[in-house]
Each structure stands twice: as C-alpha cells, then as structure tokens.
C-alpha cells in the first residue's frame, strides 16, 4: 500500500508524514525527512533526516547560502544539492528494504527532481516494488505525474492541509 501526503510547499506535508511514523509502531517503522534548516530566523536549506536514529545530513542549501559545505551534486531552483545526502538516504534506505522486521517505510519527498530521474528516483522504484507499506510526500503539482505511474487502486492520497487531521495514521 502506498500512502501519498499531498499538498503545496509549506503545507505540512513533513509535519504529517513525522506524525505518522510516531503513530505507526517504531520498530516497524523508519524512512527519511527533509527538515527545513534555519540560521537564527531566516531558512537556508534542507536537511535529511532519519526517523529512528535522527542521523541528519545537509541535503540541500539556497545558492545565497552555499558555500562549499558539500560536495555539490547539482543545482535545482535556487538550490544546491550534496551527493552525499542523497547517497546517505540511498543507502539507508537500501538497509529498509533489505530489513524483515520493517513494515513502514517513509520517504519525503518525491517532487521535481525525482520525476526528472534524479535524486531518490531509482531507489524509490525499489521500494514502489516491495512488499513494504510506503508514506510518500508529494507536491500538488506532482501528484498527477506521480500517479500516473502507480496503481492507483493501491493508493490512499492524504491532503497535507486538511483541517481534520488528528495525528493518526491511516489504517495499514
């Protein structure tokens, strides 16, 4: 079953895909967010984090702010993303797929970069085919190209900013 968290930039897609790895059994249960980081007030970039361990790498820093913290991947928007925050997520997230006890896997976010084959795409295909139970956080504006390229019928598509969320899990 694959549980899509949809909504526009700055919705609370993080917030509730977080919300739900605390609801679902935690050691069943593991993935990755992409948390905004901050110097003092002002917001510089993202950082990848691991839900069970709170391991974090830098994934990505607005070009204002990038100055060689990382070995640069590429550029998107006005962005510059580390290869090593996406090696790190690819690998753990290798070590979820290959993990019986795993059920739930999360994985924020699934957007531009990955419907241009980058990023977590290859490894999202992975875990498209597995027999885990996936929450994935996507944009609006991804959500139709996204998709189009599963099986619907094994959907369960969550708007971000819906009122009545209670921080509860959909059923699994």
């Known amino acids: 079953m694959v549980f899509i968290i949809c909504g526009p930039i ?3 897609k993080s917030t509730r895909m977080a919300a ?4 679902c059994h935690r050691r069943k249960a593991d993935g990755l967010i992409s948390r905004k980081l901050y110097k003092g007030s002002t917001f510089v970039g993202y950082e990848l984090t691991r839900l069970s361990n ?3 790498r830098l994934l990505a820093l607005l070009n204002d702010y990038y100055r060689d913290q990382f ?6 928007g006005p962005y510059v993303f580390s290869g090593a925050a996406f090696e790190f997520g690819e690998k753990v997230l ?3 797929l290959d993990d019986d006890n795993l059920k739930y896997i999360f994985l924020d976010e699934i957007g ?3 419907l241009e084959g980058r990023g977590f795409w290859r490894v999202f295909q992975r875990l498209l085919n597995s027999d885990k139970h996936l929450f ?3 944009r609006d504006q991804c959500l139709a190209p996204v998709l189009s390229g599963l099986n619907q019928a094994c959907c369960i598509v969550t708007d971000a900013g819906e009122d009545d969320f209670h921080h509860s899990a959909p059923p699994v």
């Open 20 to 23: 739900y790895y605390h609801d």
């Open 136 to 138: 994935i956080g996507v």
């Open 71 to 76: 070995e640069e991947c590429f550029s998107f």
């Open 112 to 114: 531009p970069i990955e």
């Open 94 to 96: 290798e070590e979820m």
């Open 10 to 12: 700055n919705s609370g």
């Open 54 to 56: 709170g391991e974090k």
